[in-house]
């Protein structure tokens, strides 16, 4: 399996009694080994790529097993963080900062947990995307009952459209039910009919909406336990699932790797978020805690 095979790359710098930095293909990541939980962080777009209590016997997040690790690649699975722009709202597609390194900036070991803060701001690297100065800020927290990731954005003058597009591990699609999404969506970027059940969603086919307005929390029910995800400064909730023929079509996923995973993915969207360097950070989040059912 993958992440454990990450989990036990040797060790390339041990940066604090709990955290570590391995080299895993041709990117650096973080590996995070807590009494209280487990993790690892790609240093490439701050990107979680998973989380688990020590208490739990399932992984929050989905990891495809046949993503890449090469750099300016993105990497299929975890929480991609999309900025300034989500989709083709702008080039590339999902943003820039999912493709850059950031640097970690300050580790905080608790009795519960690890506190990491890791940021991208402004260089030479990111000229070719936006010539303007620009201050991106991630705080996670990973702790034993809860993983909480919020990112905080500061810019010039900057129109954004964001999301944190969070692959959640799922036991089978078909065994879901997702609740507090809000009755009205946009299917594929256009105006859909109202769900026959408001506000849940149950998937039998490829799915790609955005709920614009979603509940303060979303519940993933599987079989044995759920998902509960409260979004911090949301405005829209994206869900996606790309059902077995675009699954086919896919380079980075397993033929059937749609059967265990489903996208909930925090966003501003249809309400995007002025960014100025002489007002407070725009903050985007969420925490999620795996509920035994």
Not at 30 to 48: D, E, F, N, R, T
Not at 161 to 171: D, E, G, I, K, R
Not at 243 to 258: F, P, R, S, V
């Amino acid at each position: 399996m993958l992440i454990e095979q990450i989990l036990n790359s040797p060790i390339k710098q041990q940066i604090s009694s709990a955290l570590s930095l391995v080299t895993f293909g041709e990117l650096s990541l973080l590996v995070v080994k807590h009494k209280a939980c487990q993790a690892i962080i790609s240093l490439q777009g701050a990107q979680l790529l998973h989380w688990q209590s020590t208490q739990a016997k399932t992984k929050a997040f989905w990891l495809s097993e046949k993503t890449s690790f090469i750099k300016r690649t993105p990497i299929r699975g975890g929480v991609p963080i999309c900025w300034p722009n989500f989709a083709d709202f702008g080039e590339p597609f999902h943003g820039f900062a999912r493709l850059l390194d950031w640097k970690l900036v300050k580790v905080k070991e608790k009795n519960n947990g690890v506190r990491l803060n890791l940021q991208l701001t402004n260089s030479d690297e990111t000229k070719p995307y936006i010539n303007q100065p620009f201050s991106l800020d991630l705080t996670l927290e990973l702790g034993s009952d809860s993983c909480g990731l919020q990112l905080q954005m500061q810019a010039e003058n900057l129109m954004v459209t964001s999301a944190l597009h969070s692959y959640f591990n799922v036991s089978n699609i078909s065994n879901i039910l997702i609740t507090g999404l809000g009755a009205d969506y946009q299917e594929r970027f256009i105006a859909g009919k109202t769900p026959e059940k408001e506000g849940q969603l149950t998937i039998n086919e490829m799915v790609d909406r955005i709920y614009t307005s979603p509940d303060p929390m979303t519940i993933i029910k599987d079989k044995h336990h759920a998902i509960r995800i409260s979004h911090i400064n949301a405005s829209d909730l994206v869900v996606w699932n790309p059902w077995h023929k675009k699954c086919q079509l896919m380079q980075d996923m397993n033929a059937d790797g749609y059967k265990t995973m489903v996208c909930v993915e925090t966003a501003r969207i249809t309400k995007p978020v002025q960014c100025l360097m002489n007002q407070p950070p725009i903050t985007l989040g969420f925490i999620i805690e795996l509920i035994k059912t």
